[in-house]
């Protein structure tokens, strides 16, 4: 039944309540989301515990729809209350569906201990079913935990993943979640830990495919954006460019909170690329966006931090890096903290001039924070390290002058690399050196503009984001 004759029949007061679960699907899968709520509040009136289907009634429909637009302080609110209640009929095997979606709240808000429980408890329920694809959501979040808590070479966080992705294998027909929360965790996992764009942006495009084929239209801006952030650390500005329309397209009678977040990232293209106005009109159409979710709005200041970086001004971006850095601590994770906390103190430092006595110690912890050697960290503690090496001789663990790069697969960090390093060399009177990567780094410019639309091409040659470093 198509969502304009259920729609026909609930206006006229005809449809029938067991096909409400149908209707609130058939609306999901367009774009009338606030259609959806409302005909969510209507249901939320006549609906009661023991007369709704904890995996596919009210409850249940309700905590997808927060799941979806990322509502997860509400969605945690009312699933714990929603749970206590199926309690008292159910078991925690039967009402699994309704644990899974609060439990995917509590790992997004990086809840950890409360989730590490939830997520064990249910496991064990499963333990005589290895190949239940029930499992996979609490692996997959088990793989979250230990990449962002004690896992730093990720050996155990790709065994989880691993894991789900031999049990969905084995699935037919495998459901639309569990293909989706599977594919993003590894999409995610290329991105963070191996820096390898071109298979993450693989990845995404095969979770909008499988979205459309779905029929799940509501959140695929949010698919769109993540792919827009593989395009820009690959330097396919091109593609990022086309990605952000075609999400603005999707958003066009709906502004979701993931069109606001993907409208910052999208500020930070149009700087690179050296479109200052262009860049200034976005960061005021996104700030529209206001969500309390600290997770949600740290974007907001890195933006606007390079934003200041682009026009010079060393001091906004280090107060607008240290808002930043407030609110990534009270996520606890400690690469956000430290790679945040070493942007704050450069800033400071370029302002300056200077490194301050009292910020020593905290270089040497934040640097020094353990990662992967393919991760997103690994690159930019490199990148920090050339900056410091300007303003300090003192030894924080990496050798600016043995920093290559050209090695660096992020196109964002590489260009900033280049300019620290070749101001280093400049620094410390190695002319010559820096000559030599001078040549290099406009070698790479030139490469990136075979990715840049034409009519960007001429701002890109003058941006002053990451300017080949003039010659001292």
Not at 343 to 354: C, D, M, Q, V, W
Request: hydrophobic share 35%; proline share 3%.
């Amino acid at each position: 039944m198509t969502e304009k004759y259920l729609s026909h029949l609930f206006v006229h007061k005809c449809l029938d309540k067991k096909s409400y679960t149908k209707y609130a699907q058939a609306l999901n899968y367009t774009d009338k989301i606030s259609t959806l709520e409302l005909f969510l509040h209507h249901w939320k009136e006549e609906a009661t515990i023991d007369g709704e289907d904890p995996n596919s009634g009210y409850y249940y429909t309700q905590l997808e729809f927060f799941r979806q637009q990322a509502n997860y302080s509400q969605l945690i609110k009312f699933g714990l209350e929603t749970i206590q209640q199926y309690k008292k009929h159910y078991t925690d095997l039967e009402i699994n569906s309704l644990i899974n979606h609060y439990a995917f709240a509590l790992s997004t808000l990086h809840m950890w201990s409360e989730y590490v429980h939830i997520a064990l408890k249910q496991l064990r329920l499963y333990n005589k079913k290895t190949q239940a694809i029930q499992k996979t959501s609490f692996l997959n979040g088990l793989a979250s935990f230990y990449q962002n808590k004690i896992d730093q070479n990720n050996d155990l966080s790709l065994d989880f993943i691993n894991k789900s992705m031999h049990i969905l294998h084995k699935e037919t027909t495998p459901p639309y979640y569990e293909q989706n929360y599977i594919l993003s965790r590894y999409a995610f996992f290329q991105t963070v830990q191996r820096c390898n764009y071109s298979l993450s942006a693989k990845v995404w495009e095969k979770i909008i495919e499988i979205k459309k084929e779905h029929g799940v239209f509501s959140d695929l801006d949010n698919s769109h954006g993540a792919l827009l952030t593989s395009y820009f650390f690959a330097g396919l500005y091109n593609k990022a460019i086309e990605t952000y329309d075609r999400i603005d397209e999707l958003t066009h009678h709906y502004r979701t909170r993931h069109y606001f977040y993907t409208t910052f990232w999208a500020t930070l293209i149009y700087l690179v690329l050296g479109k200052y106005d262009e860049a200034k009109t976005l960061i005021i159409k996104a700030r529209k966006g206001h969500h309390k979710d600290p997770w949600f709005r740290t974007f907001r200041f890195y933006c606007l931090a390079h934003f200041h970086l682009y026009q010079g001004n060393y001091y906004n971006a280090y107060i607008s890096f240290k808002r930043l850095l407030s609110l990534y601590q009270k996520t606890k994770i400690s690469l956000v903290i430290a790679d945040t906390s070493l942007l704050t103190i450069s800033a400071k430092a370029e302002h300056y001039g200077s490194i301050s006595e009292a910020d020593l110690p905290s270089i040497q912890k934040w640097i020094q924070t353990e990662c992967h050697n393919q991760s997103y960290n690994h690159w930019s503690f490199q990148m920090h390290a050339l900056t410091l090496a300007r303003f300090t001789d003192v030894d924080f663990g990496i050798d600016p002058y043995a920093v290559v790069p050209a090695d660096c697969p992020n196109a964002f960090l590489k260009q900033k690399m280049y300019v620290e390093k070749i101001k280093l060399l400049d620094h410390k009177k190695m002319h010559a050196q820096a000559d030599q990567l001078r040549q290099e780094y406009t070698a790479y410019r030139k490469k990136l503009e075979l990715n840049i639309p034409y009519e960007h091409l001429q701002s890109f040659r003058n941006t002053p984001l990451f300017p080949v470093p003039e010659k001292p």
